[in-house]
């Protein structure tokens, strides 16, 4: 059964861990995660973009697919199904289709009307019983090429933001979607100190989670950040092995060319991943 990620958030903040939410794109990428959590017995929460849930034909094929799989394969960790940067209108798509958990970003929008319409959204969210991510200080990432510095959020809108009682808040601490440029100034641990003195039992999340070096992923989880999101990174290393399978020619023998063969080796890339980002987290064996 999916659960919201408030509860497991909550835990792992007063732990000092963070949960994993890792981006999924189809029926490999969900089955490799759930298989991993529940293998390492951690909590995890699976997030879904817009255009991944386009991709995978809707938020009812998502959900149907998720839950089909929790059931089947017996996943008993508690496992959130989160839309990532939701728009308003997707927000209220994916409650309605059996989402556990939203995010609403209003971060391009002008604060006031961030603020009114997380206001709704944390009533809506409340009343049913789902957790909902706001997000304040856009988050960096490429667009037409350019890849941006990542913006620092203000500590004092995150604290107005936190106030209206979200389940978790996302802010701007230099990090940025994607591969980072290589004179990334890293991320910046005087704003986070400053939100996380703003917030207080707030759990933090942290995107862009592909690329941040491990001690910068430590000392953020230290000074409050409760959810780390990585979907670049499992991407990557899905590519790099299905490329292997095939210049070495694997797709070319007998029945290579399934692609319950074919796209093995890059649903181990995507266990691997995710195995390690759990140890990094902290996650593993705290869903026991
Ligand atoms: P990366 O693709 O950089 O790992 O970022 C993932 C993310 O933050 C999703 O919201």
Request: hydrophobic share 40%; proline share 3%.
């Amino acid at each position: 059964m999916l659960v919201s990620a408030k509860e497991m958030l909550q835990k792992a903040k007063a732990g000092h861990y963070a949960v994993g939410q890792f981006n999924i794109n189809n029926l490999e990428w969900t089955k490799a995660i759930l298989e991993v959590a529940q293998e390492k017995k951690s909590p995890v929460i699976l997030g879904v973009s817009e255009g991944a849930g386009k991709y995978m034909g809707g938020y009812t094929t998502v959900v149907g697919m998720v839950n089909g799989l929790i059931n089947e394969l017996n996943i008993t960790v508690p496992v959130a199904l989160h839309l990532d940067h939701g728009s308003y209108d997707a927000c209220y798509k994916c409650i309605k289709a059996g989402f556990s958990s939203v995010m609403f970003d209003g971060s391009h929008l002008p604060f006031d009307e961030n603020l009114a319409k997380t206001t709704e959204l944390v009533n809506v969210t409340n009343q049913l019983g789902l957790s909902l991510e706001a997000e304040v200080g856009s988050i960096g990432g490429e667009e037409d090429g350019v890849i941006g510095q990542g913006e620092c959020a203000d500590p004092m809108e995150c604290k107005t933001i936190a106030d209206l009682g979200v389940s978790m808040l996302a802010a701007g601490i230099g990090n940025i979607h994607g591969k980072y440029p290589e004179n990334w100034a890293g991320l910046s641990f005087e704003t986070l100190d400053a939100i996380q003195a703003q917030t207080g039992d707030m759990p933090l999340v942290l995107h862009g989670g592909t690329g941040i070096p491990a001690d910068q992923v430590k000392k953020a989880i230290n000074l409050g950040v409760a959810k780390v999101n990585v979907n670049t990174e499992c991407q990557l290393a899905f590519a790099a092995e299905v490329r292997k399978y095939i210049e070495a020619g694997k797709d070319l023998e007998g029945k290579g060319y399934d692609p319950r063969k074919l796209l093995a080796p890059g649903t181990a890339g995507i266990k691997a991943t995710v195995i390690e980002k759990m140890e990094l987290f902290g996650s593993i064996g705290k869903a026991e």
